[in-house]
């Protein structure tokens, strides 16, 4: 029977149906919870974050509780916590846990109609209760997250009940009706109220609630027309609209290992033909789904190809602690991770400094690489030709950059803000502050941009045979648009596409990103 975990009411654990002890921490279990719902890798110093105020010590309380959590989910043949020096995941296969189960079950079309309402009986059980933790912040903003996730499942269930051919018409009416009351601003919720109270002949309450409904919609701004009378309506899936949240959960974190023997983690999503992200200044394989920068663009590419991203060595969930921070060994942990994907003729996306390092794998490697997508990117460093004046500027950054990193520092953020996303807004700059202390350490951060400024690819372009884009913003403040020209006049037959936009690095909310997502669809099927 193997593990069972139930989260609705209080957390539970059974192993082959009989209870298994729980320690009395309430933190402890909090993060068996945590990490069992989460099913991917963590860094540890983001787990003491979460858990336990600074000021304590984190990692050995962290330890400890690991210690108990291992006792509980681990098997003599099957060790399930799986635990290094810098990160910490629980391999989630084979348990059963009742959340993930009755979402499963919701995705079947043949879900019967006692079932959902026995799933709705279920799913009025508190989540996760009695597991608070009213001083952490963090993690009461993700179990918030996670108790909103159950009353879209209730949503889910009162969707295919107030539908459900096998639930007579006046109870489709009574869930329906509870639909709306669960999810007062939910366009389908109303529409089919409306339906089956139409069906039902009940014409005066239909105009009573259509008014109703369409004031409360008009109010919050929200577009809404109703079905005609006599029309059934149809409902769209969630997964139809899929957040960042709902694709952090599909993507599955992996390793493999560099020749140094550095661990790279990588994520693959979506199917189709293969596009290879090489890895970039700030990237976070499960922080990226939450970014107004990466978030859209990812969510799009991987709709029709499988879309295989990385993170840099020193940074994101890679190992930070490692002696090797090179451009070769950028571009050798690209080829490790092409090699782990078992990948050939794929399309290479390099953005900003990825560039630099797409351009030599597709020269290392033009029997691989399908096509060549550049988007920000330079061919020679910041060293490369510069003044005395300019070399200066860039380290006092660098300096700047060891004291600053991921604190409330205006002035660093000034700097940065105004060359990578000149136009965000003050929460997507507190986003971008956020981001970069989660990314990695001040030291690793100083010695990326030392590296960037050795870049020099430029002997290089001129040798790329495959067929290239390169797409630039006109307005980029951190890499001139003429730098972007220049890389696409001496590669062979590449073509240029100019962006209306000032970032660095795009938001996506602004038109430039759908313009670069229709020019990257256009140029992979036109080759």
């Not at 899929?242 to 790279?264: H, P």
Request: hydrophobic content about 40%; proline content about 5%; overall charge negative.
């Amino acid at each position: 029977m193997g593990i069972s975990i139930q989260m609705l009411g209080d957390l539970l654990v059974s192993r082959d149906g009989s209870p298994v002890n729980l320690p009395p921490s309430r933190k402890t279990r909090a993060l068996l919870a945590f990490l069992l719902l989460a099913a991917r890798p963590h860094r540890r110093d983001r787990l003491c974050e979460i858990f336990w105020e600074l000021p304590d010590d984190p990692r050995a309380s962290l330890r400890w509780s690991l210690s108990k959590i291992r006792s509980i989910v681990n098997d003599p043949e099957i060790e399930r916590l799986i635990a290094d020096r810098e990160r910490v995941s629980l391999d989630t296969e084979g348990i059963c846990i009742d959340v993930a189960e009755i979402a499963l079950k919701l995705d079947s079309p043949g879900v019967l109609a006692a079932e959902l309402e026995d799933i709705h009986r279920q799913l009025q059980e508190p989540f996760l209760d009695g597991i608070d933790l009213p001083d952490q912040e963090l993690f009461q903003r993700w179990l918030l997250s996670e108790r909103q996730e159950i009353v879209q499942l209730q949503g889910r269930v009162l969707s295919r009940l107030s539908s459900h051919p096998g639930v007579p018409i006046p109870d489709q009416l009574t869930w329906a009706r509870s639909w709306v009351a669960l999810e007062p601003y939910n366009p389908n919720a109303a529409t089919q109220l409306l339906h089956l109270l139409s069906s039902l002949g009940l014409s005066s309450e239909v105009e009573f609630e259509r008014t109703r409904l369409a004031d409360r919609f008009r109010k919050a701004g929200i577009t809404w027309s109703p079905c005609r009378l006599g029309e059934s309506v149809v409902q769209k899936s969630g997964d139809d609209l899929a957040t960042g949240r709902k694709l952090l959960t599909q993507q599955k974190v992996e390793f493999c290992t560099a020749s140094d023997g550095v661990r790279i983690a990588y994520a693959k999503m979506g199917e189709g033909l293969p596009i290879v992200k090489a890895a970039n200044w700030l990237s976070h394989l499960e922080h990226d789904w939450d970014s107004p920068i990466w978030s859209p663009l990812f969510r799009e590419l991987s709709v029709d190809h499988q879309f295989i991203r990385y993170d840099e060595r020193g940074n994101g969930l890679s190992d930070w602690e490692v002696e090797n921070i090179s451009f070769e060994s950028f571009v050798t942990d690209l080829e490790t991770v092409v090699d782990a994907c078992e990948v050939d003729n794929f399309t290479l996306l390099g953005i900003s400094q990825g560039a630099a390092v797409s351009i030599e794998y597709a020269v290392r490697h033009p029997e691989r690489v399908r096509q060549l997508i550049l988007f920000g990117g330079y061919h020679a460093g910041w060293r490369i030709g510069a003044s005395e004046a300019t070399i200066k500027e860039r380290e006092a950054v660098m300096t700047l950059t060891a004291t600053g990193w991921g604190q409330d520092n205006p002035a660093y953020r000034q700097i940065f803000s105004t060359t990578f996303m000149p136009s965000a807004n003050a929460s997507e700059l507190e986003w971008f502050n956020e981001f970069q202390r989660l990314t990695t350490s001040p030291e690793n951060a100083v010695r990326f941009l030392s590296v960037f400024g050795s870049i020099d690819v430029r002997d290089k372009l001129k040798e790329i045979n495959v067929p290239t884009l390169v797409i630039h913003s006109l307005g980029d403040q951190r890499i001139p648009v003429q730098t972007g020209c220049e890389i696409a006049s001496a590669i062979p037959g590449a073509r240029f596409v100019g962006l209306n936009s000032d970032g660095h690095l795009l938001l996506g909310r602004e038109p430039a990103s759908n313009v670069f997502v229709e020019e990257v669809r256009q140029f992979i099927s036109k080759h």
